[in-house]
């Protein structure tokens, strides 16, 4: 009896140290994948059948238009949307825009933008 009573409370813990943990990151990935992958592309490459009817929808796996944006105007571009994308605002909270903005970065590696935009956009330099 004792010992089941001791394995019950072992297992809440656990439980709920984990529920913490999540609550305290959300999953920037999962939650690209569910709102954003859509249009942007599991890996930041857009779907050629959108990439090439909305000429604004950048691959967000090239390095270069996270240059000189910091994380915070990122976070910025999701809460109140911009051009035709649509604001996130109300959808997202705050942590789950960090979590997100964190995690399109680490798509960017200069490696795979090379191999996946096959042509050089102009940079206008
Ligand atoms: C319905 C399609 C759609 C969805 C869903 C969408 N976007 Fe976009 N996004 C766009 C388009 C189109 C643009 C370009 C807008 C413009 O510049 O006119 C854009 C632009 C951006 C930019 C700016 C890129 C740059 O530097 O120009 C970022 C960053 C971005 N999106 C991230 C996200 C993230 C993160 C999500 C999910 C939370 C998301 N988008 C969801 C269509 C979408």
Do not use: W
Not at 4 to 16: E, H, I, K, P
Not at 71 to 78: F, G, H, I, R, Y
């Amino acid at each position: 009896m004792r010992l089941t009573n001791v394995a019950v409370a072992v297992g809440v813990g656990l439980v709920l140290s984990a529920g913490t943990l999540l609550g305290q990151e959300p999953d920037g990935k999962a939650l690209y994948e569910a709102n954003c992958a859509q249009c942007h592309g599991k890996d930041g490459v857009p779907p050629e059948v959108l990439a090439s009817r909305i000429k604004a929808l950048k691959p967000l796996n090239d390095p270069s238009i996270y240059q000189g944006v910091s994380e915070d105007s990122t976070v910025a571009v999701l809460e109140n949307g911009i051009g035709i994308m649509q604001p996130f605002k109300g959808t997202l909270d705050h942590e789950q825009e960090v979590a997100i903005a964190r995690y399109i970065r680490t798509l960017a590696k200069p490696d795979t933008a090379k191999a996946a935009i096959p042509e050089k956009r102009p940079t206008g330099r």
